[in-house]
């Protein structure tokens, strides 16, 4: 029997690829240090572990709570949202999901129709392009340029627009460049938007993680009754908690009417327990965040500097996130027999245990991406290794 064709549309995760790619290796006994892993390597914090353990205590937890969170949580939502993102909302612009994950998918759903394409610049977040098409949307990809690092232009916008465009997918700081646009630059590609009439979905789950000057502004300051601006935020990243499962989507009345109705008959509520650990996390601040924040800008320097210094391997500028993108492409022009950056990584993973993810898995090939959220002593030997392995190639 024939199952959807999406079958042939859809592509796995390319980043759970390889870390299932390590675990494999990691079980043979080998050691492997991963450099692929999308989450910070801290614990979450004691005081969103005891909220977890007093919520799943209360019987009122355990049963069905409503399809769009808590209003307690999204109360607390609104207001950081206020506080940190300097925009105003109301918990009725809110739906708490599954993730930021989650919300990306009913975003599509909700704002797409068959033919409606979705801009994407590349490189991008993995999971983007294949929402676009679980949701019916057609992907329209812009390649962005090394030489901008990595930023998309209002010129090259421009180009990539059809009388079928609907929206544009933003990420700053991106994953997987780390890279961040300033104010200024932010403000043109919003302004196009707006002059437009396109939607803009805003990723800003890496928010807060930036290391030299300022984040970039949300979309929404500019757009306050988020007529073309829809927010994905959550807080996996921020408070070190990517296994609760707790990210939520900030639109319009409209938006979240249909968002509340799609989440309704997928998922009903997000678990009660993990929703009282986010609100733990939020009304508890950010100095959790700014401590991490020490150790990945330590390690973001540390890392920049020892590519850097090993031959032809240079790395995109990044302020953000705690990812680097990484040129690879001297290595994987076929002399040595390394075809691609696809080969590249597989190469040093099979060989020398490090596991990177190539660039083709966020649409430009070539490169790779390093997340910098591992132990420093783990980055120390992991990038050694990297060395090791450039000097036996130049061999
Ligand atoms: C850019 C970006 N957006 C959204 C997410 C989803 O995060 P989560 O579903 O864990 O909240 C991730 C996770 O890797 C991400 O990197």
């Known amino acids: 029997m024939d199952i959807s064709k999406l079958d042939q549309k859809i592509k796995p995760s390319g980043t759970m690829a390889i870390s299932n790619k390590s675990r494999e290796l990691k079980s043979q006994g080998k050691p492997v240090i991963g450099f692929g892993a999308g989450e910070p390597d801290f614990p979450s914090p004691d005081y969103v572990v005891d909220a977890a353990i007093k919520a799943a205590a209360d019987p009122k937890n355990h049963k069905y709570s409503p399809a769009a969170g808590l209003e307690s949580l999204r109360q607390i939502i609104a207001k950081t949202t206020k506080d940190y993102s300097g925009f105003e909302i109301n918990s009725d612009n809110v739906i708490v999901s599954n993730g930021g994950k989650q919300s990306i998918l009913t975003a599509f759903l909700s704002i797409l129709d068959p033919g409606d394409e979705v801009i994407i610049p590349a ?8 929402a676009v098409k679980i949701a019916g949307g057609t992907p329209v990809f812009i390649e962005t340029e090394k030489s901008n690092n990595f930023k998309v232009t209002v010129e090259q916008l421009e180009k990539s627009k059809s009388k079928n465009t609907k929206m544009l997918v933003w990420c700053s700081p991106s994953n997987p460049t780390g890279v ?80 509340k109705k799609i989440q309704s008959q997928a998922t009903s509520n997000v678990s009660n327990v993990s929703q009282l650990a986010a609100e733990a996390a939020l009304l508890n601040g950010l100095d959790v965040t700014n401590e991490m924040k020490i150790a990945f800008n330590r390690r973001r320097l540390f890392a920049t500097e020892k590519i850097n210094s090993i031959p032809n391997l240079n790395v995109v500028d990044s302020t953000g996130a705690f990812y680097l993108f990484v040129d690879v492409s001297h290595y994987c022009s ?47 030997n992991g990038l050694s290794r990297l060395s090791e392995a450039i000097d036996n190639l130049n061999e």
């Open 180 to 259: 961040v646009y300033s104010k200024e630059e932010a403000e043109e590609i919003y302004e196009w938007i707006f002059k437009n009439d396109l939607w803009i979905l805003s990723d800003e789950l890496y928010e807060h993680l930036v290391y030299e000057g300022e984040t970039s502004p949300s979309p929404a300051v500019y757009d306050p009754e988020l007529k073309n601006t829809i927010i994905v935020n959550g807080v996996s990243k921020s408070y070190s908690m990517t296994g609760w499962r707790v990210g939520w989507l900030i639109g319009n009345k409209s938006v979240i009417g249909l968002g």
């Open 123 to 130: 490189p991008y977040w993995t999971t983007y392009p294949e």
């Open 334 to 380: 076929g002399k040595n027999g390394l075809n691609s950056s696809e080969e590249f990584c597989d190469w040093l993973l099979e060989n020398y245990f490090i596991a990177f993810v190539p660039g083709e898995v966020f649409g430009t090939p070539g490169f790779m991406r390093l997340s910098y959220a591992l132990s420093d002593e783990d980055l120390d």
